[in-house]
C-alpha cells in the first residue's frame, strides 16, 4: 500500500513555543490530506482537512489560528501548533486518500505513524 | 449528529477462537464502513471497506458484516494469534474522505 510518514515522529516542547508537524506521501499524490488528534485511551478525532493550493477547512472546535495548515504541495501538508500549551499535548496523526495514482481503492485512506507531542 | 459505538472497550480470547467486534452507529446512512487496526504508539492501519449494498467481505482470517437495517457491522479474526492484539477502530466516511471513527476495541489474544 501507499506510505504516509511524519516528522517528527515525537517533540517536546516549552509552553508558548510553536511547533511544525510534517506529513508525506511518499509514493502517490494527495491533493486532499487529513488531521487527527488522539488522546490516551481516546479515538482520533478529525481537526481538520488540508486542501492543495486552498485553505484548510476546520471542524468544529478546532481554532484555525492556534492550528496552522498549510498544504504546499501534493506530497506535502504541515500542522502548526502556535503557542502550545500543556493541553496540546496529544498524538497528532495525519491522513492521506490515494486519488488512485498508487493504486488500492479509492476510498482507501493511508495514514501516517504519528507524531507524540509533549508540551511542558 | 454522527454517533458510533463499538460494543467494548476490551476483549479478551484464546488463541485459535474467533474474536467479534461489533460497530453501531446512529443519524446516518453511510455508504461505505471501513476497520482499521491500531497498535500504541502507531497511527491505523486500513483493514478492509464494505459498502452498503455489500452484505460480507473477507480478507484472508478477517470477515466483515454491514447491514444498514440494523446499523451495524461485526468484524470477525478467526482462528486469532497474539499477534492480533491491538485496538481495532471502525470509521464511517462522513463526505469527502473525512472520517470519523468509534472508540475502538483493544483486543487481547492470549496464548
Known amino acids: 500500500g501507499a506510505v504516509v510518514s511524519q516528522h517528527p515522529s515525537w517533540v517536546i516542547c516549552k509552553s508558548g513555543t510553536s511547533v511544525k508537524i510534517e506529513c508525506r506521501s511518499l509514493?502517490?499524490?494527495?491533493?486532499?490530506m487529513f488531521w487527527y488528534r488522539q488522546f490516551p485511551k481516546q479515538s482520533l478525532m478529525l481537526m481538520a482537512t488540508?486542501?492543495?493550493?486552498?485553505?484548510?477547512?476546520?471542524e468544529q472546535g478546532v481554532e484555525k489560528d492556534k492550528f496552522l495548515i498549510n498544504h504546499a504541495s501534493l506530497t506535502l501538508s504541515t500542522l502548526t501548533v502556535t503557542s502550545a500549551h500543556p493541553e496540546d499535548s496529544s498524538f497528532y496523526i495525519c491522513?492521506?486518500?490515494?486519488?488512485?495514482?498508487?493504486?488500492?481503492?479509492?476510498?482507501?485512506?493511508?495514514f501516517g505513524p504519528g507524531t507524540r507531542l509533549t508540551v511542558l | 449528529s454522527q454517533k458510533i459505538e463499538q460494543n467494548s472497550e476490551a476483549l479478551n480470547i484464546q488463541e485459535g477462537k474467533t474474536a467479534t467486534l461489533t460497530c453501531n452507529y446512529t443519524n446516518y446512512s453511510p455508504a461505505y464502513l471501513q476497520w482499521y487496526r491500531q497498535d500504541p504508539g502507531r497511527g491505523p492501519v486500513f483493514l478492509l471497506l464494505?459498502?452498503?449494498?455489500?452484505k460480507e467481505k473477507r480478507k484472508e482470517r478477517l470477515k466483515v458484516t454491514f447491514d444498514t437495517t440494523l446499523k451495524q457491522s461485526l468484524f470477525h479474526i478467526t482462528a486469532s494469534q497474539p499477534a492480533d492484539s491491538a485496538t481495532y477502530l471502525c470509521a464511517l466516511d462522513i463526505g469527502g474522505g473525512k472520517l470519523i471513527f468509534g472508540q475502538g476495541t483493544e483486543l487481547s489474544v492470549k496464548p
Open positions: 464494505i459498502r452498503e449494498n455489500e
Open positions: 488540508s486542501n492543495e493550493g486552498s485553505k484548510a477547512t476546520y
Open positions: 509514493d502517490f499524490q494527495a491533493t486532499t
Open positions: 491522513s492521506a486518500r490515494d486519488q488512485g495514482l498508487a493504486g488500492g481503492t479509492y476510498n482507501e485512506q493511508f
